[in-house]
C-alpha cells in the first residue's frame, strides 16, 4: 500500500499569512493526487485535483502544485474561513489513502 | 442539485450487521463510480471501497481492512448505493460518508459528498 504523510500535524498561522502543507507519498504516484478540506461536523470538500487543477468554485487563493511523491498545497492569503483540517489522498492504485491530516488554525 | 444522502447508521454488537443506504438525486448517477469513506471519532479519513458504474462492469475494490467483510452494491434504477457490513469490530466505528467520483475524464476526485451516517459498534 501507498503510504501518504503530511507536514505539519498542526498549524497556526495569521490571517494574510501565506500557508504551506506538505504531502509525501511513499512512491511514485505521478500527480494522482487531490487535496480535501474538512471543517469540523462537516463532509470533506475537495479543492484541488490531479495534484495541481483548482476545483470550480474554489477560490484562487488555494493552489496545489507537485508530482512523484512530493506535493504542496499552498493558501497564498490565509483568511479566517480557511480554519479546517486539509487531507491529501492518492489515487494512483489500490487501496486508495488519505494522508493523517493537517490542522490549521487562525491565530 | 447534487444530493447525496446516507442513512442506516446506528448501534450493533460486536459481530453483528448493518447495511447502509446512500440515495442521490440531482445528477444521473449511473455515470458515477461511488465510494464509501469512513472517519472514526477523531480519527482523520480512511477509504472503505468502490463499485464502478455500469460500463466498467461494476466491478468493486476495497480496503483491506473490511474485504471479505463489507460489500458495495448499487441500483442505479433507484439512485441508491449500498453497503453490506458484516462481522463488524469495534474498529469499525466511525461516520461513513458516501462520495460521488467525478466523471470529468482524466481524474478520480471527490467532487460530492453525503452528510455521513454514525455507525457504533460495542456491546
Known amino acids: 500500500d501507498i503510504q501518504m504523510t503530511q507536514s505539519p500535524s498542526t498549524l497556526s498561522a495569521s490571517v494574510g499569512d501565506r500557508v504551506t502543507i506538505t504531502c509525501r507519498a511513499s512512491?511514485?504516484?505521478?500527480?494522482?493526487l487531490d487535496w480535501y478540506q474538512q471543517k469540523p461536523g462537516k463532509a470533506p470538500k475537495v479543492l484541488i485535483y490531479?495534484?495541481?487543477s483548482l476545483e470550480s468554485g474554489v477560490p484562487p487563493r488555494f493552489s496545489g502544485s507537485g508530482s512523484g511523491t512530493e506535493f504542496t498545497l499552498t493558501i497564498s492569503s490565509l483568511q479566517p474561513d480557511d480554519s479546517a483540517t486539509y487531507y491529501c489522498r492518492q489515487y494512483d492504485s489500490y487501496p486508495v489513502t488519505f494522508g493523517p491530516g493537517t490542522r490549521l488554525e487562525i491565530k | 442539485e447534487v444530493q447525496l444522502v446516507e442513512s442506516g447508521g446506528g448501534l450493533v454488537q460486536p459481530g453483528g450487521s448493518l447495511r447502509l443506504s446512500c440515495v442521490a438525486s440531482g445528477f444521473t448517477f449511473s455515470d458515477h463510480y461511488m465510494d464509501w469513506v469512513r472517519q472514526a471519532p477523531g480519527k482523520g479519513l480512511e477509504w472503505v471501497g468502490r463499485i464502478r458504474k455500469r460500463r466498467n462492469g461494476y466491478t468493486s475494490e476495497y480496503a483491506a481492512s473490511v474485504k471479505g467483510r463489507f460489500s458495495v452494491s448499487r441500483d442505479d434504477s433507484k439512485n441508491l448505493l449500498r453497503l453490506q457490513m458484516n462481522s463488524l469490530r469495534a474498529e469499525d466505528s466511525a461516520v461513513y460518508y458516501c462520495?460521488?467520483?467525478?466523471?470529468?475524464?482524466?481524474?478520480?476526485?471527490?467532487?460530492?459528498w453525503g452528510q455521513g451516517t454514525l455507525v457504533t459498534v460495542s456491546s
Open positions: 462520495a460521488r467520483v467525478t466523471a470529468a475524464p482524466g481524474t478520480f476526485h471527490f467532487d460530492s
Open positions: 512512491q511514485s504516484i505521478s500527480t494522482w
Open positions: 490531479k495534484a495541481s
